[in-house]
């Protein structure tokens, strides 16, 4: 397994546009969990999946975004009418919920997004 | 409130310096999981420990160990005889039972410099 995968790494749009990151977890692992890091800051929750299923949503998160999971396995982040203050890291990291590695997160390299 | 504070911002030592890293936190759970989490240069975020609240054992692992005490909500990092390699920002993070163990909490980090 090479871990947690997230594409594109590095992001740049005009303010106003759209955009989608991926997030490929460790495949023996059924929680998936979006994370927001700007500069000088620890990661910030955004939402986690349980499997398919999209269990709790911070209010970080506007009507702006949505994150999707549809089968289970990848998961989408999707910014709409982005704006200056969406710049940021968007990290994605998977675990477990049973088991010895049970609530360790494993975090991808992460998607850096930058708004002019 | 369910919190992190680490309240060192940066930290710089010379190499070989012994250099210890403070972590409180906040929560009104008595069951919960406290981590570090190591950011190096690159970006991404490297798991390091989890300590389960009914666990208060010192952890030694090579030259990095950990001082939990929950009469006073601290989870100490310090690194023995640190290297230039040792140069990162380094998280601590909570994980309350309540909501089932879901959202990682993280502190801002301390930043640290290990100069030769």
């Known amino acids: 397994d090479t871990g947690v995968s997230q594409d594109p790494r590095h992001k740049i749009t005009k303010r106003g546009q759209n955009v989608t990151f991926r997030c490929d977890p460790i495949s023996e692992h059924n929680r998936l969990y979006w994370y927001r890091q700007t500069l000088g800051q620890g990661p910030e929750f955004l939402t986690y999946?349980?499997?398919?299923?999209?269990?709790?949503k911070s209010r970080l998160l506007s009507d702006r975004f949505s994150a999707e999971r549809p089968k289970g396995s990848f998961s989408t982040l999707e910014i709409q009418r982005t704006e200056q203050g969406d710049s940021a890291m968007y990290l994605c990291?998977?675990?477990?919920?049973?088991?010895?590695?049970?609530?360790?997160?494993?975090f991808g390299a992460g998607s850096r997004l930058t708004v002019l | 409130a369910q919190k992190v504070t680490q309240a060192q911002t940066e930290i710089s030592v010379v190499e070989k310096e012994d250099v210890t890293l403070d972590c409180v936190y906040e929560?009104?759970?008595?069951?919960?999981?406290l981590f570090w989490y190591k950011q190096p240069p690159s970006g991404e975020l490297v798991f390091l420990i989890r300590r389960n609240s009914f666990d208060e054992q010192n952890e030694i692992s090579g030259r990095y160990s950990w001082n939990f005490q929950k009469s006073t909500s601290s989870f100490n990092f310090t690194i023995t005889a640190s290297q230039v390699v040792d140069s990162a920002v380094y998280f601590c993070a909570l994980i309350p039972f309540s909501g089932g163990y879901n959202k990682l909490i993280f502190g801002a980090g301390t930043r640290l410099a290990v100069h030769p």
């Open positions: 990291a998977s675990s477990a919920s049973t088991g010895a590695g049970a609530n360790v997160l494993t």
């Open positions: 929560t009104r759970d008595t069951t919960y999981y």
């Open positions: 999946f349980q499997n398919e299923a999209q269990l709790e």
